[in-house]
């Protein structure tokens, strides 16, 4: 299993970014939830966005009003909308699926690479 996110980069405060991470696996799989975390320098992880595969969502209270996730379960993939950008939102953003694949026969976490995300003031 593989996730594979982009999307992220510079912007200026009050901007947009839109991230995209696509999940692929050679082995027969299902996904359950899909999500966003971020992660400041000198910070913890946190949770940023969650989406069931019900399309079910929750939001960090930071990004309520501003973010939006979302997901195509046809092409495996979670999307992350922010809007209204603020240098608070400086992070990596890491997007990550509970999936259950034939060869594990159980539900793991997997995690993406990575997207750098720079908003400045």
């Known amino acids: 299993v593989q996730l594979q996110a982009s999307g992220g980069g510079l912007v200026q405060a009050g901007g947009s970014l839109r991230l995209s991470c696509a999940a692929t696996?050679?082995?027969?799989?299902?996904?359950?939830?899909m999500g966003w975390y971020r992660q400041a320098p000198g910070k913890q992880r946190e949770l940023v966005a969650l989406i069931t595969k019900g399309a079910t969502t929750t939001y960090a209270d930071s990004v309520k009003g501003r973010f939006t996730v979302s997901r195509d379960n046809d092409k495996n993939t979670v999307y992350l909308q922010m809007n209204n950008l603020n240098p608070e939102d400086t992070a990596v953003y890491h997007c990550?699926?509970?999936?259950?694949?034939?060869?594990?026969?159980?539900?793991?976490?997997?995690w993406g690479q990575g997207t750098q995300v720079t908003v400045s003031s």
């Open positions: 990550n699926a509970h999936i259950w694949t034939i060869d594990d026969y159980q539900w793991k976490t997997y």
């Open positions: 696996s050679k082995s027969m799989w299902s996904i359950n939830d």
